[in-house]
């Protein structure tokens, strides 16, 4: 099917919106927009970053899935209790693939939920005294972690938990890092928020514990992978290429991280943020007070992997400006080869992305370099800063949705008819059912990694394997089915 012209897609947006009230329709067709790359600012076109609509079905997650299952959970010799009902902490805890290595249970934690399992009666007394006894049971029985975060679900934000003060009991008494994060699950708009108090906790909680200590030797190319939570490994592929070309990752935040690699980052020479969404809070504090620049990577794909080194690599001297471009000429065959088998059998598919995070955009690149074209995008928790960075990537006239609700979702599916969805766990099974061939972009669909030059080779397979699969070929989207196909189905029902 052809590209929507800008008319078509502009009439696809007010069919969608038909169905609306019209307090809902005024609301929703402020985040839908067409893409103009003329455009420098997003909130020229699409609004973003604000609450969903009360019975209106929306996608995104909480303040305690940014904080807990982003930025702190993937921090592995830590132990982060979730203070509150025990649900919130089982669902974070199986959600999220941040590899890490270790030995689960004694110096690595995880995959493991500890929490503070609410009762009714802690709502009428309070838990403080439960949480004190909780990080003096995890003492014993754990004694290798090396700090706690006490991640507050909805409960304790309602009834007035003083974590702070608990932990700051419990540090002196245990000497090793507590930090409390108000992160309840009610505040704010969405995940962002989560993301944003968990940086602020980090900035006042545990950057400044090694500012006088100069034991650490640093050198000219020490930097910070901030920003990846190595799902599927992506961490991992990530610092290959960077330490292949010369420099030296000091720090990963947060997959595969630990307590000590945060307290050093200070002492880095530049910070290298992957996912802007959950830690450009971060470091711009660190810019401001360490005098630590930062700049954003892409390694999805190998035009992008190259853009991306060459521009790490222009912060530093001739050694790594040769290294960076030492790095893309040993992958230069691989690469090519990947691009050789699969383009011809992907060569003009069109996806629709609805993620979360840098994913958005970032993947864009990828799916350009095996000849595919992405025709619509959304965030489910971006901000405008988000969007402006990517008007650039996206084509005139494809579709930009905000917080896309499932119904919109669906209709413009059925409009646009793309040959691919990348999207989350709560769409995955509609879109299959649907007919559509669909990708798991928030976890890989277990597959992974797909950053790095290795990862765009399992990144190509994965995507050839989704769209050219045979089963699709057995199974119809409804709009599809006629009067003949559904006859069968009535009699045999």
């Not at 014993?140 to 700090?147: A, E, S």
Request: aromatic share 10%; glycine share 10%.
């Amino acid at each position: 099917m052809p590209a929507l012209s800008k008319e078509e897609t502009e009439a696809l947006i007010q069919e969608v919106l038909e169905v609306y009230p019209e307090k809902a329709k005024k609301d929703r067709a402020k985040h839908l927009a067409i893409n103009d790359q003329e455009l420098e600012k997003s909130n020229k076109c699409i609004t973003s970053n604000r609450k969903s609509l009360p019975g209106v079905m929306t996608i995104r997650g909480c303040a305690y899935a940014g904080s807990k299952g982003v930025v702190w959970g993937p921090i592995k010799d830590m132990i982060h209790i979730s203070h509150g009902p025990v649900g919130c902490g089982q669902y974070s805890r199986a959600g999220r693939r941040n590899y890490y290595v270790g030995t689960t249970g004694v110096n690595t934690f995880g995959d493991m939920n500890f929490t503070s399992d609410f009762q009714e009666k802690d709502i009428v007394f309070g838990g403080d005294k439960k949480l004190a006894k909780l990080i003096d049971e995890i003492e014993v029985l754990f004694p290798m972690n090396k700090g706690i975060s006490i991640q507050s679900e909805c409960p304790i934000g309602l009834i007035g938990d003083d974590i702070e003060a608990v932990a700051k009991q419990k540090n002196k008494e245990h000497e090793k890092p507590v930090v409390p994060v108000r992160c309840e699950g009610f505040r704010g708009v969405s995940q962002s928020l989560g993301h944003h108090i968990a940086n602020d906790a980090i900035r006042d909680w545990v950057l400044e514990n090694r500012d006088g200590d100069d034991s650490f030797e640093t050198t000219e190319y020490d930097v910070a992978v901030i920003g990846d939570y190595n799902i599927g490994g992506d961490a991992w592929a990530s610092r290959t290429l960077l330490e292949e070309m010369g420099l030296r990752v000091v720090a990963q935040w947060s997959g595969d991280g630990t307590i000590a690699e945060i307290e050093k980052t200070p002492k880095v020479k530049l910070n290298l943020i992957h996912c802007y969404r959950s830690m450009n809070y971060i470091a711009r504090h660190m810019e401001e007070k360490y005098s630590i620049p930062w700049i954003e990577y892409n390694f999805f794909g190998p035009t992008k992997i190259a853009e991306s080194l060459r521009r790490i690599a222009d912060h530093f001297d001739d050694k790594i400006k040769a290294g960076a471009e030492k790095v893309i000429q040993r992958y230069k065959a691989e690469y090519d080869a990947v691009i050789a088998k699969y383009r011809p059998r992907l060569e003009g598919k069109r996806v629709m992305l609805y993620i979360g995070g840098l994913r958005p955009r970032h993947v864009i690149g990828a799916y350009e370099d095996l000849g595919m074209e992405v025709v619509g995008t959304g965030y489910e928790f971006g901000h405008n800063d988000d969007y402006d960075r990517t008007i650039k990537e996206m084509g005139n006239a494809t579709l930009l949705y905000d917080d896309v609700t499932g119904y919109e979702f669906e209709e413009f599916v059925k409009k646009v008819q793309p040959d691919l969805i990348g999207s989350g766990i709560k769409e995955k099974y509609i879109f299959q059912k649907m007919g559509v061939p669909f990708r798991q972009m928030h976890s890989w669909d277990y597959s992974g990694p797909y950053h790095g030059y290795d990862g765009f080779a399992i990144f190509a397979r994965d995507m050839d394997m989704t769209i050219n699969n045979p089963c699709w070929k057995s199974v119809k989207a409804p709009w599809k089915q006629d009067d003949a196909d559904e006859a069968p189905m009535a009699a045999s029902a």
